[in-house]
């Protein structure tokens, strides 16, 4: 069973625009959440990750919000470029060691 | 450094035929990881090499799968009498395993699996 659900499936945003993906997950033990952006051809590649003892977490235009009593994390692209047009997967583990439990992902289009 | 490496990137065979593949590490991380990516969909965990303890065979789908890993080094993923079912992308991870620390997984490029 999909023990992390991610939507929207696809999205497209002007450039400039906010690009906003959504998870929930229902196991409590995760505790490492994860979100790797992948190009067409290649290995999905970490971007950003928080763990649940903080609501926040900002590099970049890419920051993680995180609720913890709702059980839902989110991945918002501030000033979303072309250059961000790839396919984003949250995940959740548990700790170090363990695998990553995926979304299905969601394929961000940024148009100019 | 380099990172993970796979072969072959592609791969086409026929039904019911077995097929082999390769996994190179990033040198010195202790943890790999194999993971099937479906056309449309997330990636599902498959199996997991952590040092010299018993892999976790878990999310193996059927007794078809199979994989080893020697030492810390290279892992193959055996898929015996390929179905059709079994195209997909395989991505093997492989990570440090840094106690208390965030376990970054990283990816290769995954080789592309088609049964015809």
């Known amino acids: 069973q999909q023990q992390v659900k991610q939507s929207p499936q696809s999205l497209i945003v002007q450039k400039g625009g906010i690009s906003i993906i959504n998870c929930a997950y229902e196991?409590?033990?995760?505790?490492?959440f994860p979100w790797y952006q992948q190009f067409p051809g290649k290995g999905p590649a970490l971007l950003i990750a928080?763990?649940?003892?903080?609501s926040e977490k900002k590099e970049g235009r890419f920051t993680i919000s995180f609720n913890k009593s709702a059980k839902q994390f989110s991945l918002h692209i501030m000033d979303s470029q072309p250059g961000d047009s790839a396919t984003y997967f949250c995940?959740?583990?548990?700790?170090?060691?363990?695998?990553?439990?995926f979304g299905k992902g969601t394929s961000l289009l940024v148009t100019p | 450094g380099a990172g993970v490496s796979q072969s072959p990137s592609n791969k086409v065979t026929e039904k019911g035929k077995d097929v082999e593949l390769r996994c190179d590490p990033i040198s010195g991380h202790t943890a790999l990881y194999w993971y099937r990516q479906r056309l449309g969909q997330g990636l599902e965990f498959l199996i997991y090499f952590q040092g010299n303890s018993a892999p976790d065979k878990s999310g193996l789908p059927s007794d078809r799968f199979s994989a080893e890993r020697t030492g810390e080094s290279v892992s193959t993923l055996t898929i015996q009498r390929t179905q059709q079912e079994d195209s997909a992308v395989y991505l093997c991870?492989?990570?440090?395993?840094?106690?208390?620390?965030?376990?970054?997984?990283?990816f290769g490029p995954g080789t592309r699996l088609t049964v015809l």
């Open positions: 928080i763990r649940p003892d903080v």
């Open positions: 995940a959740a583990t548990i700790g170090a060691g363990y695998a990553l439990n």
């Open positions: 991870a492989s990570s440090l395993v840094a106690s208390g620390g965030q376990d970054t997984q990283y």
């Open positions: 196991n409590t033990a995760f505790d490492y």
